[in-house]
């Protein structure tokens, strides 16, 4: 499929099939999640695959505070980023310009992840609600580590939605700060 298709595949499912995916499949993810791009090529990330049955129950638990993510619990796989030290040069580069690149490049391989799976037929979703210590605890995570997102992954159970987003127009502008009103 070429990039367009795929990025009008990929979407936050919240629904998937009673079917186990393969750690291979997971591989794949995590490899392009591996070669995304980040600042100074710290590569600020370590992936946490939870496919035990126990585990990422107790993980999808952690997520569905005050009703939120009750669907996690149904996804074969859960992810847990773990956000890892920048090197030096992205941690001066991060103060000097008060911009939190680790943040920043997380989001880059993630979605990296994402799309490779959308690719696979596998679906996705990118939770950042849940309860962090608790998945910290459950997962043998240090202290002094923040794990930001979780993603729940696993082949989806519902046809690709049609997408609503804003016109381009009321997203874009040349050479100027133009915002639609």
Same mark, same amino acid.
């Given at each position: 499929?070429?990039?367009?298709?795929?990025?009008?595949?990929? #979407?936050?499912?919240?629904?998937?099939?009673?079917?186990?995916?393969?750690?291979?499949?997971?591989?794949?993810?995590?490899?392009?999640?591996?070669?995304?791009?980040?600042?100074?090529?710290? #590569?600020?990330?370590?992936?946490?695959?939870?496919?035990?049955?126990?585990?990422?129950?107790?993980?999808?638990?952690?997520?569905?505070?005050?009703?939120?993510?009750?669907?996690?619990?149904?996804?074969?796989?859960?992810?847990? *980023? *773990?956000?890892?030290?920048?090197?030096?040069?992205?941690?001066?580069?991060?103060?000097?310009?008060?911009?939190?690149?680790?943040?920043?490049?997380?989001?880059?391989?993630?979605?990296?992840?994402?799309?490779?799976?959308?690719?696979?037929?596998?679906?996705?979703?990118?939770?950042?609600?849940?309860?962090?210590?608790?998945?910290?605890?459950?997962?043998?995570?240090?202290?002094?580590?923040?794990?930001?997102?979780?993603?729940?992954?696993?082949?989806?159970?519902?046809?690709?939605?049609?997408?609503?987003?804003?016109?381009?127009?009321?997203?874009?502008?040349?050479?100027?700060?133009?915002?639609?009103?």
């Amino acid at each position: 499929m070429d990039f367009s298709e795929l990025v009008r595949k990929r #979407q936050s499912d919240r629904r998937y099939e009673e079917r186990a995916v393969p750690r291979e499949l997971i591989m794949r993810c995590i490899e392009a999640a591996r070669l995304a791009p980040s600042a100074c090529n710290s #590569q600020p990330w370590h992936f946490v695959a939870v496919d035990d049955p126990q585990l990422k129950t107790r993980l999808a638990r952690a997520a569905e505070g005050l009703g939120m993510n009750r669907f996690a619990a149904e996804a074969p796989v859960i992810v847990a *980023v *773990v956000l890892e030290r920048m090197n030096v040069t992205a941690r001066i580069g991060s103060m000097l310009k008060r911009k939190d690149y680790s943040l920043l490049d997380v989001g880059i391989a993630v979605e990296h992840f994402c799309l490779q799976a959308a690719e696979l037929g596998l679906g996705t979703c990118i939770l950042g609600w849940f309860d962090e210590p608790q998945a910290a605890r459950l997962l043998g995570v240090p202290r002094g580590r923040r794990i930001p997102l979780l993603v729940t992954v696993g082949y989806p159970a519902a046809a690709t939605r049609e997408k609503v987003r804003k016109p381009i127009a009321e997203i874009s502008s040349w050479n100027a700060y133009r915002p639609k009103e």
